[in-house]
């Protein structure tokens, strides 16, 4: 198991002001930041960090969706890292999120729904690289 995670802060959450909101929820639920930045990405980008949805009717309409405004893309660390942010930041759908968690507070549906949080130690580790080169984290 590993001690890291990867997260974004999708373009709704941006374009609403909610950043520093959920960084402080990430924060104070005890994950420590490892690497950040604040990208825009392009349709190839978003493509690609995408292409295991290629198949997927909603493909589309998830890159239209992701360069739509910049994002926070981040490496987090804490214990049981992976699982603890997937109970942190709530279900896909925020209707059906628990109280308090990052996607009741600030998505608004199932396609904008605010934060991405790798599934898997192996899903993590692969956005991660995505992302950041090891010289970019600490």
Do not use: C
Not at 42 to 71: C, K, N, W
């Amino acid at each position: 198991m590993s001690k890291r995670t990867f997260t974004m802060i999708k373009p709704d959450a941006t374009g609403k002001s909610y950043t520093g909101a959920i960084l402080d929820q990430i924060l104070k639920a005890g994950f420590s930041i490892k690497a950040m930045k604040w990208i825009r990405l392009t349709e190839e980008q978003a493509g690609l960090f995408y292409d295991i949805h290629r198949e997927r009717a909603f493909f589309q309409e998830l890159v239209d969706f992701m360069i739509s405004g910049p994002i926070v893309a981040a490496v987090l660390e804490k214990e049981n890292a992976v699982a603890d942010f997937r109970t942190l930041i709530g279900a896909t759908n925020p209707a059906q999120a628990a109280d308090g968690t990052i996607r009741k507070l600030y998505a608004a549906s199932i396609g904008e729904n605010a934060v991405h949080g790798s599934d898997s130690d192996e899903n993590a580790n692969i956005e991660a690289d995505f992302f950041f080169s090891k010289l970019e984290r600490f």
